[in-house]
């Protein structure tokens, strides 16, 4: 059983940054990969972007190209979402989630049934 405990959300001004962070409790294989999603209040989960262990390739939702990026760490086995420019309505509950098979293309990166593990989430409030 993998566990991913994510960290570093908390309240920030509009325009600032955060970085969460997520540790898995296993090693990482190089054909899986790592996701960032996100719930805003009231609404669905959604994609915010993936990364893969193997090579590092970055995913990103248009919603926030430009502005998160995500890393890894491949000796502490932990992913990064690096959040910059925040706006109020990147308020959310982030989680990061593992998918253990490789993913054929972006549109897999997107959907939530293709990871098997998911963290317990944290919440990031981004005021006005």
């Known amino acids: 059983q993998v566990q991913l405990v994510e960290s570093g959300g908390g309240l920030v001004q509009a325009g600032g940054s955060l970085r969460l962070s997520c540790a898995a409790s296993?090693?990482?294989?190089?054909?899986?990969?790592l996701g960032w999603f996100r719930q805003l209040s009231g609404k669905e989960r959604e994609f915010v972007g993936a990364?893969?262990?193997?090579?590092?390739?970055?995913y990103y939702s248009d919603s926030v190209k430009g502005r998160f990026a995500i890393s890894r760490d491949i000796v502490r086995n932990t992913v990064y979402l690096q959040m910059n420019s925040l706006k109020p309505e990147d308020t959310a509950v982030y989680y990061c989630?593992?998918?253990?098979?490789?993913?054929?293309?972006?549109?897999?990166?997107?959907?939530?049934?293709?990871?098997?593990?998911w963290g317990q989430g944290t919440q990031v409030t981004v005021s006005s």
């Open positions: 296993q090693q990482t294989r190089s054909h899986e990969s």
């Open positions: 990364i893969t262990w193997r090579d590092g390739i970055t």
């Open positions: 989630a593992k998918d253990l098979h490789a993913c054929p293309d972006y549109l897999c990166y997107t959907r939530e049934r293709n990871y098997d593990y």
